[in-house]
């Protein structure tokens, strides 16, 4: 699950973290220089691109083909705990053992975000897709920026028109999204599952803007990563997930989808998202917002053979607008 491209406070970059996943999921880089408009897009940029467009876009598909063999939360749990260690670990490489201490006010916030972002909403996203596709669960996710705005109205802020329309604009395509859940074609319960997974990404994103966190962000994410991947396998052992679960059993395709995400969900695209706010114009990087979910759905269709119907191709058509709505209005402000 990745995380929406919507600054969650205007003015106040947030630190990125890892997808999904969409996910997880990055949004701006704290500290990092604007980007310069007129800088020339080059291919580094574009590759950069196209890794966060299809990598974290595929996430949902690899989540749906893990938890087909382990458990949901265990799943969640162990893959952002691996990623947690393997980024620690670069980071001292590349900057020192130093670099990963920090206070225990920023680590306690670091810790916040990261139940909020991993194991609520990633957690959350891993349990839905055990019963409604991964095309659906992206697009019910790709509203997330619509959450963003509501919850910056709440805190008294004025997103402006702009956002206000994207918001009324997602919340119709939300409803049709819903539909498949309201007739029975997919479980009701995952759909509203994934909306709480949306709504806990949304309050992580706008409390990262807000919270005092590790200056360096990806040491900010190693902590974010390890809360939220330890809470997630603490809360797959209470729901008794390991009760009866026997590794021996998993698939290779759920081994090797687990392996991806890991690797390329949440350190790879997550390094280049992190590279792009640098590199490229913040609203190009901002693009991705509603290219994952089309690759998602498009993914889902072609390898699970899931149903395109046309609550999920007009819902989704509405989301992304939506989305993208919203992305323009905050770029221009």
Known sequence: MTSPAVDPSPGTPSTPTAAPTAPAPAPALRGAAPANPARRIGGAVWAALAIVYVVWGSTYLGIRIVVDTVPPFLASGS????????????VAWRHGPAALKVDRRRLGSAALVGLLLILGGNGLVNLAETDIPSGLAALLVAAVPVWVVLLRTVAGERPGLGGYGGVLLGMAGLAVLTLPGLS??????????????????????????????????????????????VAGIVVGLIRGEHRGFDPGTV????????????????????????????????????TYAYVNPVVAVLLGALILDEALTWPILLGGAIVVAAVCLIVSTERRR
């Open 184 to 229: 029975g074609e997919v479980g009701i319960g995952g759909v509203l599952i994934v909306l709480v997974a949306a709504l806990l990404w949304s309050l992580g994103t706008v409390s990262s803007a807000r919270l005092p966190l590790p200056a360096n962000p990806f040491t900010a994410s190693v902590y974010e990563m390890l809360a939220g991947g």
């Open 251 to 286: 698939s290779t395709g759920s081994w090797l989808a687990l392996g991806y995400l890991v690797v390329f969900g949440s350190l790879i695209a997550f390094t280049a998202y992190a590279w792009l706010l640098q590199s490229a114009p913040v609203s190009l990087a901002a």
């Open 79 to 90: 893959r952002f705990v691996v990623a947690a260690l393997l980024l620690a670990a670069i």
